[in-house]
């Protein structure tokens, strides 16, 4: 029977020992033996086949630019309450990654970037107006990555805050319902406004119009007092060449054909 379970356990121990790991391109690996690392370079693993031993265990850190995303509930400066989606574009300095897992473990990201971007992110929103937040994204986007970024470099962080976005602001139901309902009140009100503005300006132009008329009735009047053979020069100029076909004085109008 041992004979038997010798090759077994032979073949088992060959396979432990001749264990290994891959270590792709953008990533640090960190050896392990027993949970513990060794000094220098030893327990980092360049992208490649790495052979692996017993109690040995390999972690893998990625050093490509990349992101991490968020989602956080803050509140306005007019105490409403906001969740903001969004993500954090970063690297992970590739000759800090034995010392990161030292301190921090394979779960690097949540102590070393979510920590200080939550409060930094309810700091800034804090300054903001729920409706101008809405409005400002881009203005409050920009100042919460500038505090993020000094934030790492004056901590001497071993990660490089590349830039910062936030997809969604939502709010309370209610509170949007109220928001909608204020924006359709403006635009009625604007509407309104202008509808009396075009009232007022048609009644404008009715008046200049008005005005025109009559300063032309006053210079007609002005020029038959000066000569009253206006009139039969404008008729001269009508007149089509033939001859009436009515008569009258005033009065009565006969057809020429029976007064001849």
Same mark, same amino acid.
């Given at each position: 029977m041992k004979n038997k379970l010798t090759p077994v356990l032979a073949t088992i121990l060959a396979g432990m020992l001749t264990a290994c790991t891959v270590v792709d391109e953008g990533e640090i690996g960190v050896k392990t033996w027993f949970g513990k690392t060794k000094e220098g370079d030893k327990s980092l693993l360049q992208p490649g086949i790495h052979a692996m031993g017993i109690g040995t265990e390999s972690f893998k850190f990625n050093v490509r630019t990349h992101k991490i995303d968020f989602e956080t509930?803050?509140?306005?400066?007019? =105490?409403?309450?906001?969740?903001?989606?969004?993500?954090?574009?970063?690297?992970?300095? &590739?000759?800090?990654?034995?010392?990161?897992?030292?301190?921090?473990?394979?779960?690097?990201?949540?102590?070393i970037v979510y920590q200080p971007l939550l409060p930094i992110i309810k700091a800034e929103i804090g300054q903001w107006d729920a409706i101008k937040l809405v409005e400002g994204r881009n203005e409050a986007t920009q100042k919460i990555e500038n505090a993020l970024v000094n934030y790492f470099k004056e901590k001497n962080l071993p990660v490089v805050i590349e830039g910062l976005h936030i997809q969604d602001i939502a709010y309370r139901k209610e509170f949007e319902d109220s928001v909608e309902r204020k924006v359709i009140a403006q635009q009625d009100a604007m509407q309104e406004k202008f509808n009396t503005e075009k009232i007022i300006e048609q009644g404008r132009q009715k008046v200049e119009l008005a005005k025109a008329e009559a300063e032309a009735i006053e210079e007609l009047s002005k020029v038959l007092a000066r000569n &009253?053979?206006? =009139?039969?020069?404008?008729?001269? /100029? /009508?007149?089509?060449? /033939?001859? &009436?076909?009515?008569?009258?004085?005033?009065?009565?109008?006969?057809?020429?054909?029976?007064?001849?």
């Open positions: 509930a803050t509140y306005t400066k007019d =105490i409403q309450e906001a969740t903001l989606r969004g993500s954090v574009v970063l690297h992970l300095q &590739p000759e800090e990654v034995l010392n990161v897992f030292r301190k921090y473990g394979k779960n690097w990201e949540m102590q &009253p053979n206006v =009139i039969n020069w404008e008729i001269v /100029k /009508k007149w089509d060449g /033939k001859t &009436p076909m009515v008569v009258g004085d005033g009065q009565s109008i006969l057809p020429l054909e029976k007064t001849r």
